[in-house]
């Protein structure tokens, strides 16, 4: 098959990219770059550069040949969604649908969606199931839920095939994959950056949590094992019109639990300092995942939090300066090769 993925040169999409063109199926990938890295799309892919509310440069793609749409595109950091949620309803939400209405009309009615545990808010229980209370405390998770909303409303009326996949806290990196946002905004590898010298602390936003420890509690799982979900749902496509799963590990890990680990496994001290708490945070989001592997046999590879860190670390090491570090690398070894005789 010929799969789109839009955000294909993100953290998640670039994996997936990869073990999609490992699995024999050919691959687009669509990304305006603005949080993307083109260093981050694997050999193999073609690339297209354009922004998914761009409908022109959609057409163009969805015209290609392309059987199914896996999409990564918009906006994740909850917290901003608080200050600007404009700009994620826009985003996430308004993009979703052009892109939604150019499927429609290039006759492509695949869709694995980049859904999120946040569109839960905080749950009545746990571990969370798939059929629990649907109440975002963030734009964030408002934003992807409204898409899922319109998945579910296009599958009824226009027989969409489609399956969303609500992740809890991707982590971790491949050997050649890692996670550099800019500016970032995800805790381990912010404690990675302390470790390396980049940042003087971490913060620790709240310690009153009703938790064990008074922080929050998240559901880490590693992106390899996350990518693997992707590439399981489209096989499962084939047969299915309609699936919803949560992607998870089952276990949480604190704030304070993942700093203490980032400290044994990088051998630094890692500076800390408690601030006030993020308007919108749940206190635990921790996922079943049961239903996933009991339907699609999807089992996580990486399920402890010391070896999703570990991972990480040694991404992080190689690449202090993220996918910057990848293209200086790269422009050495052409200089190199240029001076051979």
Known sequence: ??????????YIGGVVA??????????????????GHRQAVPEGAEFLQASVGDRSSLKRALSSGVEAVMHFAGLIEAGESMKRPEAFF???????????????????????????????????????????????TNAYGESKLMVEQMLGWFHRIHGLRYCALRYFNAAGATEQRGEAHHPE???????????????????????DYPTDDGTCVRDYVHV????????????????????????????????????????????????????A????????LVASSAKLAGELGWKPRYTGIREIIDSAWQWHRKHPEGYQSVQKVAAKTR????SQP
């Open 335 to 338: 200089s190199s090769n240029l």
């Open 90 to 136: 826009r985003t996430n939400s308004a993009n979703t649908l052009t892109l939604l209405e150019e499927m429609l009309a290039q006759n492509v009615n695949t869709m694995v969606f980049s859904s999120t545990a946040a569109v839960y808010g905080d749950p009545e229980r746990l571990p969370i199931l798939e059929g629990s209370p649907l109440r975002p």
């Open 1 to 10: 098959m010929k799969i789109l993925i839009t955000g294909g040169a993100g």
């Open 185 to 207: 905004s995800h805790l381990i590898p912010l404690v990675l950056q302390v470790a390396l010298g980049q940042r003087e602390r971490i913060m620790i936003y709240g310690d």
């Open 277 to 284: 708490r993020r308007p919108g945070d749940p206190a635990v």
């Open 18 to 35: 990869e073990q999609l063109i490992a699995a024999g199926h050919r691959v687009l990938v669509y990304d305006d770059l603005s949080h």
């Open 224 to 275: 390899s094992d996350l990518a693997a979900a992707h590439v399981a749902a489209l096989e499962a496509l084939k047969v299915n019109t309609q699936l919803i799963y949560n992607v998870g590990t089952g276990t949480g890990a604190s704030v304070r639990q993942v700093l203490e680990t980032a400290r044994q496994v990088t051998g630094f001290a890692i500076p800390a300092q408690v601030v």
